[in-house]
């Protein structure tokens, strides 16, 4: 199988978001937003108890 673009034109989602600078800004704030609850969770969840 051939790793070409697909055969309606379309390009892959990765390139789509590269392409398209408010695509990319969504996906780092999403990114930025996760990663921060994450970490917060994480973080709470470290403090012992009492």
């Known amino acids: 199988m051939a790793q070409g ?10 390139q789509q978001l590269l392409e398209s600078p408010w695509l990319l ?3 780092a704030l999403l ?3 996760l990663s921060y609850v994450v970490w917060s969770l994480i973080d709470l969840l470290s403090v ?3």
């Open 48 to 50: 012992p108890m009492g």
């Open 31 to 33: 990114f930025f937003v």
């Open 5 to 14: 673009n697909p055969s309606d034109g379309t390009a892959p989602w990765p």
């Open 25 to 27: 800004a969504g996906a």
